[in-house]
Structures are given as structure tokens and as C-alpha cells.
């Protein structure tokens, strides 16, 4: 006599799971499916259970199609579960049917976890350097089946589940698994493909339903306005660029020439429909002008992914996917690759300093404040509008550490720019008397920043010898640029805002005056080897009114012209490495707009063209001369010719290198023309003039020297009678020692 099966107190057959979590699945509420969903041993058998929506019957599969058992459904929204004929767990497929459709569904609760104990080791400890290949989303074959692998930190959450295109944004589909240890909830989502939109769905601990957010960790996201990340391939780019990185990984980057050219991608060119150009249309225009014009890197605006054109990218929600704007991340790979090919470095201005209050974004991403510090104080920017990040977290440390290695190794990026130090040092940075919370020995200085940058750059310089990082920090904080170990910040350049403050002052002064400002221009060498700088006029010194670089010069426009001609020459032949923002090397009018591409119609004029030509010259000038660069960071390489000439306006002094023909740099800073100067130099004999802002091609007068002065010695002072033409710099060099 056959038994009949035997009933829970409920009328439930054994291993049937009670209405109650049914109804908790249907209605996503339960917190853990992997405990109920997928296939389970009960005793000597095994049970599936599945949700699958709309679906009439369901037949258990494995995954070589063999069959397993019909489902019994126990609820018309699509719960299923039954006894199946299993000899051991494994992945199950189900064959669903509703009328005449019939579609396959693989049961993402039928799979194992991905990460493993040493994952919750390393993210505890805060010493987990390959997040960026376990967080976010990553395609994998797993147990036997392609799909993607997601993974989420939420440690206060209720119930994460990952929604997309997918599972028609369903977040009941795809509840994933917590990691009790780290606050990781992770699933592998079988038979997910690239190019699927996601976000995740986060119910808090109070059991409210948060605004979808975006995958802090995405690699690639939909174009604004759309908000939601993307599922992308791992990066396949076939790298060429094997002796770029062997030479900087050898090279000491403080001795080498370094001249920047920083860009907005959306705005250096356009379509002739106003459209951004693609990262592949930038390489085969951008390239080669800046291999034309001898410049060694470029320095992109961030251009990792964010909702708001005019925030020029420094409200990012988005720190590890190069922004959909441009095109795929193939092609940001594919720009980086060409810029190497011909020697020239790419450099990322990074943003770790602040991030915007976007609802999709990193704020109270799990319903606490999670990524920044709930008290405003500490965690709201004031200035900006945006939320600060909790340094002191080591989850928030993680996060953004594993990001600057993340841009190095997966995009061979050069380097770093910082955006925005001096706000992270400073605990009352742009804050009031009691709107500031002092650290613990009651000070100003925000100590966990510092842990976090000094912790930044160690592992950077560690793991990638050939980056260099440089800080936008504009204060007298000390050691900026020194190692680590030294008691610095263990940056490897700090921008010299002095320098920018004081010389522009200084050039916006009409000539006459200029002489009562003598110090505006000799200031910055007393300070000019305490940091490994960079002179930087940059994108922040052409927008917001003040003007672009030719209109803040004094005088008419021949004056403005020379002034500036003199200026560039000045700073390309001043102790530090040179950053120039794109449209001044042409002398561009208008202010900078992210909302059109720069004036290149103004180089058909011959004073634009010139100001271009002078730019190009001096940067293979100071490629060439190891006397203009081998030194730019160390005292040696300086030495004053003319310092005190206020009353003249006219500065001089010498580059030198070891080994090297030194050059000396003697700038006129009024438009007088001076016959027969009197310039002091270390050396008897021919100096040639290897450069002369004022010559014709770059607009000047044509005003000069014939090409050489002759140094003499009369009573033991060695000098030259120098022509000096009116608002001009001249470089000299060593050519033939008496």
C-alpha cells in the first residue's frame, strides 16, 4: 500500500516552505531567498523552489537539459517548488511555459557566492588592492555559466537587490546574498550580457525603500540624463606601449621635461553639429597636435562619468567609468594607447575630495550616511554643494585608493591631478567659527585626509613606479610633494599657485607701475625648491570673469600681445615643470565655455598664429636644453643674474644643468626698447640667442641681438651688451667659451 505523503501541522507537504515567506518573496520583503530559492537538500532528496513571474507551469532543468521534475505552483504569481530527480546541488535551469510561450530562465539562487573568506579578510583589514575586480559588476563564467557577478557595499541595509533591463527592473528577481562580515551583498546574475543597464534596489534598516542608486564600482554608465550603470566587458585593449612605460617607470620625474596640456574633451573640438567628438575622433586630431606643438602630456578635465555638463566633471558620480559622453571605455583605452605610441602622457584630474548629492549617487547610499560623515559639519560642502567623503572609514579609504590604482593599471593612466587638497586638509576649510569640528588633539588639520593621501600615493608609486601624482593644493601646507616616509604627503608635484597668483598680478599692472611690484616676480624663487611644482595656468584662471589669459594683459592690443609672448617665455624658462590650458596657447579671447569648442578660426590672424608658433618653440626649446628642466625641482639649477632691476623691470638669471650649456632667461617687462643692457653672465664668450619672443614669426617687432651676443670680461665682471627688445624675454645659451 502506497503512503500517502505526509502534512505539516498547516497543511504543508514536507519541505514546502510556509505562505507567510511566500508571500515575503512576492512582495520583497524577505532578506535572504538563498535560504529558501534554488535547489536544497531536504534528507535523501532535493527540492527546487523558484519565482518566476508570469509563468503557468515550470520544469526543473540541469544545465546539460537532462530533466528534473515538474513544479507544483503554490502561488499565481509564479512561485514554484517541487521534488526533483537531483543527485547533488547544482545549478538549475527551468523551462517556463504560459499558454503558447515557452522562454528558459536560469536561477541565479542556484549558484554558489563568488567572493571568498580571503575577500572579507583583505576589505576588513582595509588592504583589499583588486576591488576594482570583485565590487561592481564583472562578467564571469560561473559554475558552468556566463553571466555577470555584482557586488555592492551596503552594510546597513535591509534587502539589496540588483534590477536592470534584465529582470524588467524587477527587484524581486535578483535579491543578493549579504556577507554578514564586510556588509557586501553580492549575486551572480546567470545569462546577463554586456551593455545591460542595472542599478541597485536598497531597502534601509527602517524598512524604506531608498531611491535606485548607481554601482559606485561601474566601469561604464548610460549617457546623461540617464542615471544607470551599465554592464561592460572586461577592457581588451592590446597595449603598444611597453618602452612608454619602461621609461617612466626608470625615469625620475622630477629631472625630466614635463609640459602639459590640459583639456576639456567636450569642448577642445566639435562636430560641425555642435556634438562631442568620439574618443577615436580626439585621437586623430588631438594627437598629433600636441606631438606638433611638443607637448609631453595632456591632462584631461575629469572625464570620469557625471549627470551635470557645466560641473566640467568634478561632481562625479561615477569615479571608475570614463564618462558614456565620448564613447565606450574601448575607446578612452584606444586614445591612451595612441598618446603612447608617440610618447606622450595622459593624466586624470581625479576628484576624491567631494562628491555630488544626486539622488543615484554615493549619499546615504544605504539610508546611513555611508560613503560621507553624517554630521554636515564634517560631511557637507558648504561651498559646493556636495558631500564629503569619510576618510576616516576604511571601506571609503578602499574605495578611493583601489580607484587611483584602478586608473593606472586597467588605463596605463601616467597620472593623477588631485582636485581640490587644500578642502580635504583643512577641517575648516571655507567654514565660520563653530560650523567646523576640531580633530582629536583639537586642531584644523582633517588627520584622516592626510592617512588617506599619504596612503594614496605610497601605494600608487608602490604598485605603478612610473605615475606620478600632483596636488592642486593651495595653501603653505608643508611637504606636499615629499616622500611618505619624510613626514610628506607623498605626492610627486605640487601646483605652484603662488607663482600663478603673484605673475599674473604682476602682468595685469600697466608697465610704468610694475616697477613698485618688483616682488611680485621674485618672491616665488625664495620659495621655488620646497616643493616639486608645477607652474599651472589653468582652466580655473580663464572662466568665471576673469577673463582669458591675453585680455588680462595690460595694454593695447600689440601690448597685450608682447606681454604675453614675454610671460610664456618667462615661465617656460622659470624653475617647474608648465601646465597650459587648451585655447591659450593661441592667445584665445573669450573666456573658456564647456558649451562650444575653442575659437580656431583666430589662428588664420598672425598674432594668434604667432603666440601658437612661440608655444610650440619653447616646448622643444625646453625638451632640448637639460639647462631649461634636469633642475626644475633642485636650487643648483638657478642661479640670479638680475634681481633688483625694479626700475628697469628687466629680470635675468641662469639655468644650468650638470654637464649641460647653461642658458640664461632675461625678460623686459616694459615696452621700452633697450639698447646696449648690461646683463652680468657666468661665462666669457659667443652666447647665441636660441630664443626671442619679440621675433616676427611671433607677431613681434623683429627686434634683437643678430642672433648672438658676446660676453666680456672687464675687471672681473663678465657681461654682454644685450639688445632688449620692449616687452620681450630672451634665452641665450652658451655656445662658444673664450
Given amino acids: 500500500m502506497k ?40 534528507g535523501d532528496g532535493f527540492r527546487a523552489r523558484c519565482f518566476v513571474p508570469g509563468a503557468e507551469a515550470v520544469t526543473a532543468l540541469a544545465l546539460n537539459g537532462t530533466e528534473l521534475g515538474e513544479l507544483t505552483r503554490r502561488h ?102 549579504l556577507r554578514v562580515d564586510t556588509g557586501i551583498w553580492e549575486i551572480f546574475a546567470p545569462d546577463v550580457r554586456a551593455g545591460s543597464a542595472y542599478k541597485f534596489e536598497i531597502v534601509g534598516k527602517n524598512g524604506k525603500l531608498l531611491p535606485l542608486k548607481a554601482d559606485p564600482y561601474a566601469r561604464r554608465a548610460e549617457l546623461r540624463p540617464d542615471t544607470a550603470s551599465v554592464t561592460a566587458p572586461e577592457l581588451a585593449q592590446k597595449w603598444e606601449d611597453a618602452a612608454h612605460q619602461e621609461f617612466w617607470s626608470k625615469a625620475d620625474h622630477r629631472r625630466q621635461p614635463i609640459t602639459i596640456y590640459e583639456v576639456h574633451a567636450g569642448s577642445w573640438r566639435r562636430k560641425p553639429d555642435g556634438s562631442f567628438l568620439t574618443w577615436d575622433e580626439l585621437a586623430s586630431e588631438l594627437i598629433p597636435y600636441c606631438t606638433d606643438m611638443g607637448f609631453t602630456h595632456i591632462e584631461f578635465l575629469p572625464i570620469t562619468e557625471h549627470p551635470f555638463d557645466p560641473s566640467w566633471g568634478y561632481q562625479t558620480t561615477g569615479l571608475f567609468a570614463p564618462t558614456a559622453r565620448f564613447g565606450e571605455p574601448e575607446g578612452f583605452a584606444r586614445f591612451v594607447n595612441g598618446c603612447h605610441k608617440v610618447g606622450i602622457g595622459v593624466i586624470l584630474d581625479w576628484v576624491p575630495a567631494h562628491f555630488p548629492t544626486d539622488e543615484h549617487g554615493l549619499r546615504w547610499f544605504d539610508g546611513t550616511a555611508l560613503y560621507e560623515h553624517a554630521d554636515p559639519r564634517k560631511g557637507f560642502h558648504p561651498d559646493w554643494n556636495t558631500a564629503i567623503y569619510n576618510f576616516g572609514r576604511i571601506e571609503v579609504l578602499s574605495y578611493l585608493v583601489n580607484n587611483a590604482l584602478y586608473w593606472a593599471e586597467k588605463f596605463h593612466l601616467d597620472g593623477l591631478r588631485v582636485d581640490a587638497v587644500a578642502s580635504m586638509l583643512y577641517l575648516d576649510y571655507s567654514r565660520k567659527e563653530g560650523e567646523w569640528v576640531p580633530n582629536e588633539y583639537g586642531g584644523r588639520e582633517n588627520l584622516e585626509a592626510v592617512r588617506f593621501l599619504q596612503k594614496m600615493n605610497s601605494l600608487s608609486y608602490g604598485a605603478h613606479p612610473g605615475v606620478m601624482t600632483i596636488a592642486e593644493e593651495s595653501t603653505s601646507w608643508p611637504k606636499v610633494s615629499h616622500p611618505v616616509h619624510e613626514g610628506g604627503l607623498g605626492f610627486g608635484f605640487k601646483w605652484n599657485m603662488g607663482f600663478m597668483h603673484d605673475t599674473l598680478s604682476y602682468l595685469k599692472r600697466e608697465p610704468v607701475h610694475r616697477k613698485h611690484h618688483h616682488n611680485e616676480i621674485t618672491f616665488g624663487l625664495l620659495y621655488a625648491w620646497s616643493e616639486n611644482f608645477v607652474l599651472p595656468l589653468s582652466h580655473d584662471e580663464v572662466v568665471h570673469g576673469k577673463g582669458s589669459l591675453i585680455a588680462k594683459m595690460a595694454g593695447d592690443d600689440w601690448q597685450k600681445f608682447a606681454n604675453l609672448r614675454a610671460y610664456y617665455a618667462f615661465m617656460w624658462g622659470y624653475p617647474g615643470k608648465k601646465l597650459l590650458f587648451m585655447g591659450q596657447e593661441f592667445a584665445q579671447w573669450a573666456e573658456w565655455s564647456e558649451s562650444r569648442e575653442l575659437d580656431w578660426n583666430l589662428l588664420q590672424y598672425h598674432p594668434h598664429e604667432g603666440v601658437r608658433r612661440l608655444v610650440r618653440d619653447l616646448n622643444f626649446c625646453y625638451r632640448s636644453k637639460p639647462a631649461l628642466h634636469a633642475r626644475d625641482c633642485e636650487g643648483d639649477g638657478f642661479r640670479w643674474l638680475m634681481a633688483d632691476d625694479a626700475e628697469n623691470s628687466v629680470f635675468a638669471w641662469l639655468r644650468m644643468a650638470p654637464g649641460e650649456k647653461p642658458v640664461a632667461v632675461i625678460s623686459n617687462f616694459t615696452p621700452v626698447y633697450r639698447e646696449n643692457f648690461r646683463i652680468p653672465l657666468p661665462n666669457e664668450g659667443r652666447w647665441r640667442e636660441i630664443l626671442n619672443t619679440d621675433a616676427e614669426i611671433y607677431g613681434g617687432s623683429g627686434k634683437g641681438n643678430g642672433g648672438r651676443v658676446q660676453a666680456v670680461n672687464a675687471g672681473g665682471t663678465v657681461y654682454a651688451e644685450v639688445t632688449l627688445p620692449p616687452l620681450a624675454t630672451l634665452m641665450l645659451e652658451l655656445e662658444q667659451q673664450a
Avoid: C
Fill in 76 to 177: 499565481e504569481a509564479g512561485y514554484f517548488e517541487g521534488l526533483v530527480n537531483a543527485s547533488h546541488l547544482q545549478p538549475v535551469r527551468y523551462r517556463a511555459r504560459r499558454g503558447d510561450d515557452e522562454w528558459a530562465v536560469t536561477d541565479p539562487y542556484s549558484f554558489g557566492p563568488v567572493l571568498g573568506p580571503m575577500d572579507d579578510y583583505f576589505v576588513r583589514e582595509g588592504s583589499h588592492l583588486r576591488l576594482f575586480d570583485k565590487m561592481g559588476a564583472h562578467p564571469m563564467k560561473h559554475e558552468g555559466v556566463e553571466g555577470f557577478h555584482f557586488a555592492v557595499w551596503a552594510p546597513n541595509a535591509k534587502r539589496v537587490s540588483v534590477v536592470g533591463d534584465f529582470n524588467n527592473w524587477d527587484g524581486r528577481r535578483h535579491v543578493m546574498r
Fill in 3 to 42: 503512503k500517502s505523503p505526509r502534512v505539516a501541522d498547516d497543511g504543508r507537504a514536507p519541505g514546502e516552505i510556509p505562505l507567510s515567506e511566500i508571500e515575503a518573496i512576492l512582495e520583497g520583503r524577505h532578506t535572504n531567498p538563498f535560504a529558501v530559492l534554488g535547489l536544497h537538500k531536504l
